[in-house]
């Protein structure tokens, strides 16, 4: 079947510390794996992908690292500030024919001044 | 650029009553998704549209959760009759077809009593 999940329901860091959110997925059958960061009451908001050929992407203080050999992926938050804190997850986007992209369940991460 | 709009922002009804979303996905975005997200969970993927033609609705509940697109822009979501487990916030979402971003709006929040 197809599953998509985190290791830590909740991350507490210090404002200025570097934030590691894991996720373990099953499908190998996915031509980009994707973040999202949701905050309370909105929907999901795209943060980094990175094609399935690749194990490394840089953005703006954030980095995904993909593992096909363990089937991991994670996201790298330099320099934690409190805006960050917010539920992130962590997703597949599928090519069964037509792009179908799949959520794990959500790592909280909470960020103290 | 504008959004995804989505309407209502709350609704609360009670089990055996129907209910209808509203969604206006970005200008151009051929592919349009509905997501149940539970409290505490992931999105679900509901339905899955290509222009007015759907694509998946391997996980829509059939016998209560209808969904269209007719011409190919907007879309509804509907639930009839309500069960007390729907209650959830109803996320759409699109895309366009080349990318692998997918864009959100800010859901509907459904109570059901």
């Known amino acids: 079947g197809e599953s998509v999940g985190l290791h830590l329901p909740t991350l507490s860091v210090q404002e200025g510390d570097n934030s590691i959110i894991n996720c373990a997925y099953s499908?190998?059958?996915?031509?980009?794996f994707i973040w999202y960061k949701q905050e309370s009451g909105k929907g999901p908001q795209f943060i980094i992908d990175?094609?399935?050929?690749?194990d490394k992407r840089q953005g703006q203080r954030v980095t995904v690292l993909l593992n096909k050999t363990v089937k991991h992926l994670s996201l790298q938050i330099a320099a934690t500030q409190p805006g960050d804190s917010a539920v992130y997850f962590c997703?597949?986007?599928?090519?069964?024919?037509?792009?179908?992209?799949?959520f794990g369940t959500g790592t909280r991460l909470l960020v103290s001044p | 650029e504008a959004g995804v709009a989505q309407s209502p922002r709350y609704k609360i009804i009670e089990k055996r009553q129907s209910v209808a979303f509203w969604c206006n996905p970005i200008s151009g975005h051929a592919t349009l998704y509905w997501y149940q997200q539970i409290l505490g969970q992931g999105p679900k993927l509901l339905i899955q549209?290509?222009?007015?033609?759907?694509?998946?609705d391997s996980q829509l509940p059939k016998d209560r959760f209808s969904a269209e697109r007719l011409k190919g822009v907007d879309s509804t979501l509907k639930i009839q009759p309500a069960k007390l487990e729907d209650s959830a916030v109803y996320l759409c979402?699109?895309?366009?077809?080349?990318?692998?971003?997918?864009?959100f709006g800010s859901g509907t929040q459904l109570s059901v009593l």
């Open positions: 997703a597949e986007l599928m090519n069964t024919g037509f792009q179908k992209l799949v």
């Open positions: 979402a699109s895309r366009n077809p080349g990318r692998s971003k997918l864009f």
């Open positions: 499908n190998s059958a996915s031509d980009y």
């Open positions: 990175i094609r399935s050929n690749m």
């Open positions: 549209f290509q222009n007015n033609g759907v694509v998946d």
